[in-house]
């Protein structure tokens, strides 16, 4: 493994899902499996500072990791959006990567912005969210905790697609795939993953994993493999 995640901490912001940074000591290629959030990510290369906007994915993807470079990165709770720029226009690696008047400002809503750290994420935030630049949609957060919904089904088909950047559907099919990763890395067996996650069968693990995180079951231990940030999570609402 060439990076190694350092932080992962929970947030009590109502926006924030995550915290987490890492670094990487040597370069090369890792598997980026299908995930469900909007991110804001700072990197720091040889360096240079810069912060990017990233969006959900999809599908998994190999992708290239420079040397020596460190990551923080604000993991926004599903539902939280930014009205200038669509979900569904930042999907998979479509990331925007703001512009820098010097090494530690970048520009947002035409005015400068001080670079934020793992530690005040919280405050950067709620600076963001007072200029109305991050929002959440309540009727999202409700329809994801099973709550009765204001809307239709095709409504909330639409607003799924215009805020999250996806179907209902598929982000739980991706939530499933990356809980039954973090079950089988954890020692779970592969026949308990199927139970735990609610899949059909061996068969239908496989082709989950396959589709959403790159990988059958048997690989997932794998340490010649490095995958994207997975972090375990409490629980999972079956589809």
């Known amino acids: 493994m060439f990076i190694h ?20 000591d040597s370069g090369g290629t890792f598997l980026s499996v299908s995930a469900c959030n909007l991110e804001i990510v700072v990197s720091r290369v040889e360096g240079q500072a810069m912060l990017t906007i990233r969006g959900p994915e999809t599908h998994p993807s190999e992708l290239a990791c420079p040397a020596d470079g460190e990551w923080f ?29 010097s090494r530690r400002q970048f520009i947002l809503d035409g005015r400068k912005w001080e670079m934020p750290s793992f530690e005040n994420a919280e405050e950067f935030i709620k600076k963001l969210v007072s200029k109305d630049l991050l ?16 809307f239709s089904t095709r409504t909330a088909q639409r607003r799924f697609l215009r805020v999250v950047g996806m179907p209902l559907n598929v982000m739980r099919q991706i939530e499933r795939a990356r809980f039954a990763v973090n079950l089988l890395r954890e020692g779970v067996s592969i026949a308990d993953a199927v139970w735990q996650c609610g899949y059909y069968d ?7 994993l396959r589709r959403w995180i790159g990988i059958p079951p048997s690989k997932v231990t794998d340490s010649n493999i490095q995958l994207s940030f997975l972090y375990k999570t409490e629980g999972f609402t079956l589809p």
Request: charged share 20%.
């Open 5 to 24: 995640f350092d932080q992962v901490r929970p947030s009590d912001s109502p926006f924030i899902e995550r915290v987490w940074s890492c670094h990487s």
């Open 73 to 101: 990165a604000i993991r926004f709770k599903t539902g939280t959006f930014m009205p200038q720029f669509p979900t569904g226009q930042l999907l998979n690696n479509v990331g925007i990567t703001l512009p820098q008047p």
């Open 135 to 150: 929002k959440r949609d309540a009727e999202i957060a409700a329809a994801l905790q099973d709550e009765p919904r204001a």
């Open 202 to 208: 061996h068969a239908h693990l496989t082709r989950s």
